[in-house]
């Protein structure tokens, strides 16, 4: 079995359905949730389903505090799930290949430090975008730039609001990301 830890900030929708789909899963589960906000909904999400949960703040991200906690677990992937701090080089280093990020855009485009959730939606809108997407991708030293693992893309050209865009996007990335972390687990 093996064991999956996601990193999250925000309501963890995303984080949600990769508990669901490993509940009764043979392949692997999900161990933990760590967030850096106390506050985040993805907390209740993790309790609601029995999922242990750690906190932590900025200090103990980069003091090595989160990677000695990390490394009692021992995870075979850590999936990043609306983690919006830069994530370590130390834990990088230590587990190559094994950490990986959902984008909510085609990248390259709509990538790097201040891109995330609405901001993106609002940029693909404001450059009149008639498909965005989704990237799932290995996390590296650089914000949105290791390797792309998948992308599924969406039409767009109805779309009036950057809500709009986010919700084609939030159904997109429910649909992949469980599918595509157990293909990455099992292969
Ligand atoms: C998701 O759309 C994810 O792609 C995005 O944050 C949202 C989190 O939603 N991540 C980024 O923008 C990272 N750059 P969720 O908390 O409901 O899963």
Request: include cysteine.
């Given at each position: 079995m093996k064991k999956i830890v996601i990193f999250a900030s925000g309501s963890g929708s995303n984080a949600e359905k990769i508990i669901l789909h490993f509940k009764?899963?043979?392949?692997?589960?999900?161990v933990a949730v760590l967030s850096n906000?106390?506050?985040?909904?993805v907390l209740e999400k993790a309790e609601n389903n029995d999922v242990p949960t750690v906190i932590f703040d900025k200090t103990a991200l980069s003091d090595g505090t989160v990677l000695s906690k990390i490394n009692e677990i021992q995870p075979d992937l850590i999936v990043l799930a609306g983690f919006l701090l830069k994530f370590p080089e130390s834990i990088i280093a230590a587990y190559p290949n094994k950490i990986v990020n959902i984008h909510?855009?085609?990248?390259?485009?709509?990538?790097?430090?201040?891109?995330?959730g609405m901001h993106v939606h609002k940029a693909v809108l404001e450059n009149k975008e008639t498909e965005t997407g989704i990237s799932i991708h290995y996390v590296n030293e650089?914000?949105?730039?290791?390797?792309?693992?998948f992308q599924a893309t969406a039409n767009i050209?109805?779309?009036?609001t950057p809500e709009e865009i986010a919700e084609i996007v939030h159904q997109l990335e429910h649909l992949h990301y469980p599918s595509v972390i157990e293909k990455l687990i099992t292969k």
């Open positions: 009764n899963n043979s392949q692997g589960n999900v906000n106390l506050h985040a909904k909510p855009a085609l990248l390259p485009k709509y990538g790097g430090k201040g891109m995330y650089h914000y949105d730039e290791g390797g792309i693992v050209e109805k779309c009036q």
